[in-house]
């Protein structure tokens, strides 16, 4: 059962247009939301993060957008730079339990030069 | 900021052999830590919480026996994988917190372990 779904495997964007990478969960009880980005072969690394609280966090290029009657998170990218090819995940927890992260299966975005 | 740094990043070993996977938090303590694998083209599933001075937590599906999680001190948390066999080939990423933040995960760059 896959509580954390990204439901596209790969995605292009020409470069400085906006990338949207959309993730759904199935879990009510996640509450903290996590965007990595993983190059090949490396550890994956912090993007953004939103709390349930909130319908909307920014930071610079990046704004993570959370509806939580849709269960659905996106991340948009703006505007997509050649660098920002990578393949993204996005993460679940619940803060009352051991907040342990469900990550979904990832989108392979390509920006084009 | 927090790093967490993880080796060997590759290695290869031989079925039936044993390999250890050392991760570490160089600059914080980390009275938790997690460990993932990740199948190609696969999301990142967890496999254990390894637990300073206790036993891990293991998710479902994972044999405790096979991948032994030692937790000895604040800033090392080793995974074993015990008589390996080509389907233990995987990439194994650690993950840790500084302070307990639930929500501030930095993670190891990662081991590709290729059993022959």
């Known amino acids: 059962d896959q509580q954390v779904k990204q439901n596209s495997p790969s995605l292009s964007v020409q470069e400085g247009r906006i990338s949207i990478l959309n993730c759904d969960y199935t879990n009510s009880m996640f509450d903290y939301f996590l965007w990595y980005k993983k190059y090949p072969a490396e550890g994956p690394t912090f993007l953004i993060s939103i709390s349930s609280i909130k319908d909307k966090n920014e930071d610079g290029r990046f704004t993570v957008f959370l509806n939580k009657s849709a269960k659905h998170l996106s991340l948009h990218i703006v505007p997509s730079q050649p660098g920002d090819s990578a393949v993204y995940f996005c993460?679940?927890?619940?803060?009352?339990?051991?907040?342990?992260?469900?990550f979904g299966t990832g989108t392979r975005l390509k920006v084009l030069a | 900021g927090a790093v967490v740094s993880q080796h060997p990043s590759r290695v290869i070993c031989k079925s039936g052999t044993s390999v250890k996977i050392e991760c570490r938090s160089l600059d914080f303590q980390a009275t938790t830590m997690f460990w993932y694998r990740q199948f190609p083209k696969q999301s990142l599933m967890l496999m254990a919480t390894?637990?300073?001075?206790?036993?891990?937590?293991?998710e479902q599906g994972v044999e405790k026996d096979k991948f032994l999680i030692n937790h000895a001190s604040l800033t090392l948390s080793t995974l074993t994988v015990t008589s390996a066999h080509p389907e233990d080939s995987s990439f194994y990423i650690c993950s840790a917190t500084p302070g307990g933040n639930p929500h501030g995960y930095t993670f190891g760059s990662g081991t590709r372990l290729t059993v022959v």
């Open positions: 993460a679940a927890s619940s803060t009352s339990g051991t907040y342990k992260y469900i």
């Open positions: 390894s637990n300073e001075g206790s036993k891990a937590t293991y």
